[in-house]
């Protein structure tokens, strides 16, 4: 993981730049009402399989070169 500031994203040049750190900046400062209406446990109701970021990753590891 390498944690990009919203202000460096912005200053990437590509198309789209601006609007994605607008959005990661938006996601940042706004975390509650970003996260609020996506409640984890409404998702596992709806896809009771649905796996932690940790779980899936000791599911996958091997398919994951390391170089």
């Given at each position: 993981?390498?944690?990009?500031?919203?202000?460096?994203?912005?200053?990437?040049?590509?198309?789209?730049?601006?609007?994605?750190?607008?959005?990661?900046q938006f996601?940042?400062?706004?975390?509650?009402?970003?996260?609020?209406?996506?409640?984890?446990?409404?998702?596992?109701?709806?896809n009771p399989s649905l796996?932690?970021?940790?779980?899936?990753?000791?599911?996958?590891?091997?398919?994951?070169?390391?170089?």
């Amino acid at each position: 993981y390498n944690d990009v500031p919203p202000e460096v994203y912005r200053g990437f040049g590509f198309p789209g730049a601006d609007d994605l750190g607008n959005m990661f900046q938006f996601n940042r400062d706004f975390e509650q009402v970003f996260c609020g209406p996506r409640n984890p446990s409404v998702a596992r109701a709806l896809n009771p399989s649905l796996q932690t970021f940790d779980g899936w990753l000791a599911q996958n590891k091997s398919r994951i070169p390391l170089e």
